[in-house]
């Protein structure tokens, strides 16, 4: 494993770009479950179609709502982990590096990481359901809404207010994509963590990076579809992998 450890050091030390593309395996060790991990994984327990849809909200708006309520409250008690601070040491350094995540919680920048892209929203936010003032409208909610009373309304229209989250069937913000695939095509190294690979678009972001050259490193303790085209796969939790890697830098 050093070795591996040193030759992503190496490729890190001569790039002169860096993306850095994460998924909900990077939180699993703050205590945030991963979806589609056989046992614990989210979607072993809940069902995607009713809680992370357009057609699931509109017939179970309250459901959906003190779900995402739960999450917020659960990503709020977790405390960023060694993974996360790795990345955002990653950043300080002088190369130019930038962090696309998929995940809506904020461990992320609450780790010190400040160029941080999120490609399916964040939970911090709300949005009006109908997007009422254009797409997106988003909400600012000033009381905390009280558990189990679903959404609150939209204050300019009375429809429901949602997580500014991306749920399945919907597209990614235009800006965030764009960022993220201009920096793919263009950066010399992608480490690619905790991210089962199994959802598009964000997927396909290491197979552009390696059509371009890119050096692709994975993190993840178990192989992935992105596992056939990586460099290096540093085979281990992120938490352990990411600082390793850091201190091989130093
Ligand atoms: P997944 O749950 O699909 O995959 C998590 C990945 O993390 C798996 O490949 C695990 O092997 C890996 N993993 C587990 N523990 C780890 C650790 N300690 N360190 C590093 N990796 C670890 O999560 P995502 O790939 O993020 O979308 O899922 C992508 C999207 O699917 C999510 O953003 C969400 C979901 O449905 C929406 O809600 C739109």
Redesign the pocket.
């Known amino acids: 494993m050093q070795n591996l450890i040193q030759a992503a050091a190496d490729h890190i030390q001569s790039a002169s770009r860096i993306l850095a593309l994460t998924?909900?395996?990077?939180s699993?060790?703050s205590g945030v479950p991963?979806?589609?991990?056989v046992l614990e994984?989210m979607?072993a327990e809940y069902d995607?179609a009713e809680l992370?849809t357009p057609e699931g909200f509109r017939a179970n708006p309250g459901l959906v709502w003190n779900w995402y309520q739960q999450r917020r409250a659960m990503s709020h008690t977790a405390a960023p982990n060694p993974?996360h601070y790795a990345l955002a040491a990653l950043e300080r350094r002088e190369t130019p590096f930038l962090l696309v995540t998929?995940?809506v919680d904020d461990l992320h920048e609450r780790a010190g990481s400040t160029e941080v892209v999120h490609l399916?929203g964040t939970l911090a936010g709300n949005r009006c359901f109908d997007d009422c003032q254009g797409h997106p409208t988003r909400i600012r909610l000033f009381d905390t809404p009280e558990p189990g009373n679903g959404p609150p309304h939209c204050p300019h229209c009375g429809a429901w207010v949602r997580p500014d989250?991306?749920?399945?069937g919907e597209a990614l913000p235009d800006d965030a994509m764009a960022e993220a695939y201009v920096w793919a095509v263009q950066c010399d190294v992608m480490l690619v963590?905790?991210?089962?690979?199994?959802?598009v678009p964000?997927a396909l972001l290491p197979g552009h990076a390696k059509a371009n050259g890119a050096t692709i490193i994975e993190?993840?303790?178990?192989s992935?579809p992105i596992s056939d085209i990586a460099d290096i796969r540093l085979a281990g939790?992120?938490?352990e992998m990411l600082p390793m890697l850091l201190e091989a830098l130093q």
């Not at 989250?165 to 399945?168: E, M, T």
């Not at 963590?193 to 959802?199: A, E, K, P, R, Y």
């Open positions: 998924g909900a395996g990077v699993k060790e991963t979806f589609r991990d994984g979607w995607p992370a993974g998929q995940n399916h989250v991306v749920w399945f963590v905790g991210t089962s690979g199994m959802v964000a993190i993840n303790p178990d992935t939790p992120s938490g």
